[in-house]
């Protein structure tokens, strides 16, 4: 007689079933991989949320620019300071206002800016880009994010000016 014989039943077979070692360590590895996946797609996102907020929410990225202005503040500061920012000009943008018939596209956020949406055209190089965008990157820079062209020694002349 065969050391298996399916005739034969033991407690397992009787319990429901029985479970080889290899099989265990299978349904472990499925646990994880699962885990793995759920936790990977959670934080994806999470991320996405967050920059959709961010790239068409349009009202908390000021709250967002105050934040990094006050983590960068103080004597290693960077950027511009928010008097050298609050004197570069903001405007409502207006398609074709500006000589040109086409649209306009925010390099930072590379959204479209739509008719009515708060802008800033930097002074020296005449780059236009959404407030929220261009004033998180002024506060950590203090050159056009497009050009590099020194915005800081511009927006006291503008400020001068206005």
Request: aromatic fraction near 0%.
């Given at each position: 007689m065969s050391s298996h014989d399916p005739?034969?039943?033991t407690a397992a077979d009787v319990?429901?079933?029985s479970y080889r070692v290899c099989d265990t360590v299978v349904l472990v590895c499925l646990a994880f991989a699962s885990s793995i996946i759920v936790f990977?797609?959670?934080v994806c996102f999470r991320r996405a949320v967050a920059l959709q907020g961010y790239a068409s929410g349009r009202g908390a990225a000021p709250a967002a620019a105050?934040?990094?202005y006050a983590a960068v503040g103080g004597s290693g500061m960077r950027g511009l300071a928010p008097s050298a920012l609050a004197a570069i000009p903001k405007f409502a943008y207006r398609r074709g206002a500006g000589?040109?018939?086409g649209w306009a596209q925010c390099a930072i956020c590379l959204g479209l800016v739509g008719d009515g949406e708060a802008v800033r055209r930097l002074p020296e190089c005449k780059h236009l880009f959404h407030v929220e965008c261009v004033d998180i990157w002024l506060y950590s820079h203090?050159?056009?994010?497009?050009?590099?062209r020194d915005v800081?020694?511009?927006a006291a002349a503008a400020g001068d000016k206005v």
């Open positions: 005739s034969s039943s319990a429901g079933g990977t797609v959670a105050t934040v990094a000589g040109g018939g203090a050159t056009c994010p497009l050009c590099r800081g020694a511009a």
